[in-house]
């Protein structure tokens, strides 16, 4: 095993919903230890700038690029993970200096893999002077440079927690991780250990924005709505048939790629049952490009607590013969597993390992990625 490293993963993913923080120590190899973890929820009128900011993001052609609100929303985007990080230190009695490197996402305000854009504000400079730590940031702009989809990125991490899982009798190989955030992507471990990832289509992104525009809540908590309505096979076939699922080549999403109905398609009970079963069919479908098929599927990130999309998952893999396991059942953490795998990538950042794979994001051989913010070099230009 190679020297340890103790990194601090920040995750701020599609759903917009708030700052996930996760503690891991690695070798960027094997997983030594994971957790502490912690989500901080941004407030409504935060959300609603960056709603705003992935509007003003539409005109961006270069990816330096910062119109309208964005130079300013990064900058509050970047102290409001500062301050994260600080609130998470103390509420586990660590110091700066326990921390070797933190691994920040940002916040994705454009993603458009065909024309080899895509744009994460966040300010790693400012989060290495505000946190007195070494940052690793921009992790997918290599991958795109050398022609992959820049996402998605955990698939690295979800191999490294799939070799710890290999001796468990209730994971059946293949298995594949099943993320369900804003949108949900899909890695698939074979037996021989190959990795072949992708985004899978609409997470829960189209349940949060219809029940918002109709019923002003930001998510559709314990499926509650959802288990009131029916499905309308219609609308979800109108989804389904999208030619994202067809198509030869797996292309990685923004999250404007797929539009909630309008309010003319459903009520606000059965547009809510219907999406949460796009949701469960739509990783079903494009499972069906994997070169074998799952026999567990391992759920993580917040879909997982919507009963009624796990339901319709679970249904819809028992009749292709699979078992459908939420990640806890494994001992993993479902919310955190984002944050831990961003710790996870800075980690071999920094050792020049790579993050990604022809095999996850289509990149034309493994590269690594990320650049790296100083803390040290941001004190001696301070001094100087
Ligand atoms: N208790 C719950 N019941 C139903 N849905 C929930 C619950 N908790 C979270 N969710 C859903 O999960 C979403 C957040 O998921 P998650 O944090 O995994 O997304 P993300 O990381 O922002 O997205 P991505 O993985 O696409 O970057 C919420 O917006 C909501 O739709
Ligand atoms: C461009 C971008 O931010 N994509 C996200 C998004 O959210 C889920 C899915 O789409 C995935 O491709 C990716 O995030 C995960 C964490 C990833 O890169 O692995």
């Not at 024309?115 to 994460?120: F, H, N, S």
């Not at 940052?135 to 702009?141: F, G, K």
């Not at 069906?288 to 998952?313: F, Q, S, W």
């Not at 790579?354 to 994001?361: F, M, S």
Request: charged share 20%; glycine share 10%; net charge negative.
């Amino acid at each position: 095993m190679g020297k340890l490293s103790t990194a601090i993963g920040l995750m701020s993913g599609t759903s917009m919903d708030g700052i996930d923080v996760a503690l891991l120590r690695t070798d960027g190899e094997s997983v030594v230890q994971r957790g502490p973890s912690a989500g901080y929820a941004y407030d409504a009128r935060f959300r609603a700038r960056l709603k705003q900011g992935l509007e003003d993001a539409k005109s961006i052609a270069m990816r330096v690029e910062r119109p309208g609100t964005l130079a300013q929303l990064e900058r509050d985007l970047t102290l409001r993970h500062a301050e994260a990080v600080r609130t998470f230190l103390h509420e586990n009695n660590l110091l700066p200096e326990d921390i070797d490197v933190i691994g920040f996402h940002g916040q994705t305000v454009l993603h458009r893999p065909d024309e080899g854009l895509t744009v994460q504000i966040g300010d790693g400079d400012l989060l290495a002077h505000e946190t007195q730590i070494d940052v690793v940031y921009d992790m997918r702009a290599n991958d795109m440079v050398h022609g992959g989809q820049g996402a998605p990125l955990i698939p690295a991490y979800h191999a490294a927690l799939a070799r710890g899982l290999s001796e468990r009798q209730e994971v059946g190989a293949p298995v594949i991780f099943v993320n369900i955030g804003g949108i949900s992507n899909i890695t698939f471990i074979g037996a021989d250990g190959r990795i072949v990832a992708y985004d899978s289509g609409p997470g829960n992104t189209l349940i949060d924005q219809w029940v918002e525009a109709h019923a002003g809540i930001p998510y559709d908590q314990g499926g509650m709505i959802a288990s009131e309505g029916a499905v309308l096979v219609e609308l979800a076939e109108r989804y389904l048939s999208h030619p994202f699922f067809t198509a030869q080549k797996r292309c990685s999403l923004d999250r404007n790629d797929f539009a909630p109905p309008s309010s003319a398609d459903a009520s606000l009970e059965d547009g809510a049952r219907t999406l949460a079963y796009v949701t469960a069919a739509a990783i079903l479908r494009s499972a069906a490009h994997l070169p074998e098929a799952p026999a567990t599927y391992v759920v993580c990130g917040g879909g997982r607590l919507n009963p009624i999309i796990m339901k319709d998952l679970t249904n819809l893999a028992e009749a292709a013969h699979a078992r459908v396991l939420a990640a806890e059942a494994l001992e993993l953490n479902g919310d955190s597993m984002e944050a831990e795998a961003w710790a996870y990538l800075a980690v071999r950042s920094l050792r020049g390992l790579p993050l990604t794979y022809p095999g996850t994001t289509g990149v034309d051989r493994p590269v690594s990625g990320g650049r790296l913010a100083s803390k040290v070099i941001d004190a001696e230009a301070e001094q100087g």
